[in-house]
């Protein structure tokens, strides 16, 4: 997990004043089912964790039905700091704004990070085994690694087949493009993938699509997955 024990600070989660207020998250069990499914978490680009924290966020429901699980990872001590620093900003708001059970409040959300992952799950059920990365950098992929990506798509059986069943679509859409770095921490691959979507229809609001999720270093597919999108 690379330079901090990231299942450790899970017992030491930051939690939401309204998590707190349920009692969500709170038994020792809960806490350690939750850090017995966590995948591996490795740094972007071989870099090391310097510090972390997870955070046990709510998803605007009272009662809620299911709580956010973020984490925030830093590469150095004064990143780390900045997200401290951050996290405290949000907290005085949302403490501000927490004065009766009726309105709503901000969420932990979009705090200051190197790296930035969160997964959802119902209040009582299964943890979850995969965290998605939501920093705003997972959709800069340089240039020749897209490229790589792409053309490991282009020259697959998989999106032959694809093209073929496809062959009616509007040719404005394109060909595969890069859209953004994906984690281990998603995919269960033990390296960083790039995900290239290959758009298969869209009138105007809504869309779907195939996304590859190509190894750029191994030149390999590890993943494939269709997905839906609305435009804005």
Do not use: C
Not at 38 to 63: I, N, S, T
Not at 125 to 142: I, Q
């Amino acid at each position: 997990m690379g330079g901090v024990d990231l299942k450790h600070l899970l017992g030491m989660a930051k939690r939401h004043s309204r998590i707190a207020h349920q009692d969500l998250l709170a038994a020792p069990e809960a806490v350690g089912a939750l850090a017995r499914a966590l995948p591996a978490f490795v740094a972007f680009e071989k870099r090391r964790y310097a510090g972390a924290f997870w955070v046990f966020d709510w998803d605007h429901r009272l009662p809620s039905k299911n709580v956010v699980v973020r984490l925030y990872a830093y590469y150095d001590e004064h990143r780390l700091a900045a997200g401290e620093r951050s996290f405290a900003v949000r907290s005085e708001a949302i403490a501000r704004q927490d004065l009766f059970p009726e309105f709503d409040v901000p969420d932990f959300g979009g705090l200051d990070a190197d790296e930035a992952y969160e997964a959802e799950f119902e209040v009582g059920g299964v943890p979850p085994e995969r965290y998605r990365l939501t920093s705003a950098w997972r959709h800069t992929v340089a240039a020749s690694v897209g490229r790589r990506a792409e053309e490991v798509v282009r020259e697959s059986e998989a999106y032959k087949v694809l093209r073929e069943a496809a062959k009616d679509r509007p040719v404005g859409l394109g060909g595969p493009e890069s859209a953004q770095w994906v984690s281990p921490a998603e995919t269960g691959h033990p390296s960083w993938a790039v995900e290239v979507w290959f758009l298969r229809n869209f009138n105007g609001m809504v869309g779907e699509g195939t996304a590859f999720v190509v190894d750029p270093d191994a030149s390999t597919i590890v993943g494939q997955r269709d997905f839906q999108f609305r435009a804005g």
